[in-house]
T-cell receptor
């Protein structure tokens, strides 16, 4: 069984640019959540996708957007990058969005904005 | 809004000894889940243990156990017989248990655990 994978591992972008991060969920999982983890902080919830629809969002501006595809893989898009967007971005997948279902995390993408 | 507080930025323990990591949380909900996650230098967040708020019995997973005090809103993690591989960042986390919602998990700031050989 393949776990959650994310690409790329690292990337460097310039302020004002746009970036797309990718996540492949664990086999059979229809729910993907994205988190931002700034250096020295705990992860912060960005949003969750369930069966291709956003079904929950944290306190992040609209320039953070996402997609979920029919195979349940997902993308996180960030427009107009700011220096404060530099962070580790984690995705997590689960069998269902219900509260009793465990989330399985990927290894993350380290984004540096200069 | 729910908050999770970890007041110990760093802890250290001798190999084979026992260490306790502290966590407090604030919520007005009665149905929720609490978690301890481990994040090693490889960055992958790994679930260590979870506790359902409606269960009075403290959760245990091998060398890891929790002390869940619901009235005090306290959720500490005890690691027994510490091993070098236990060295990592440990995050306490909260998730609402309400049905129909989404899986927003609120994390604390983390405690860095060092294991001394």
């Amino acid at each position: 069984e393949t776990g959650v994978t994310q690409s790329p591992t690292h990337l460097i972008k310039t302020r004002g640019q746009q970036v797309t991060l990718r996540c492949s969920s664990q086999s059979g999982h229809n729910t993907v959540s994205w988190y931002q983890q700034a250096l020295g902080q705990g992860p912060q919830f960005i949003f969750q996708y369930y069966r291709e629809e956003e079904n929950g969002r944290g306190n992040f501006p609209p320039r953070f957007s996402g997609l979920q595809f029919p195979n349940y893989s997902s993308e996180l898009n960030v427009n107009a990058l700011e220096l404060d967007d530099s962070a580790l971005y984690l995705c997590a997948s689960s069998l269902d969005p219900g509260p009793s279902y465990e989330q399985y995390f990927g290894p993350g993408t380290r984004l540096t904005v200069t | 809004a729910q908050t999770v507080t970890q007041s110990q930025p760093e802890m250290s323990v001798q190999e084979a000894e026992t260490v306790t990591l502290s966590c407090t949380y604030d919520t007005s909900e009665s149905d929720y889940y609490l978690f301890w996650y481990k994040q090693p230098p490889s960055r992958q967040m790994i679930l260590v243990i979870r506790q359902e708020a409606y269960k009075q019995q403290n959760a245990t997973e091998n060398r890891f156990s929790v002390n869940f005090q619901k009235a005090a809103k306290s959720f500490s993690l005890k690691i027994s017989d510490s091993q070098l591989g236990d060295a990592a960042m440990y995050f306490c986390a909260y998730r609402s248990g309400g049905s129909g919602g989404y899986q927003k998990v609120t994390f604390g700031i983390g405690t860095k655990l060092q294991v001394i050989p």
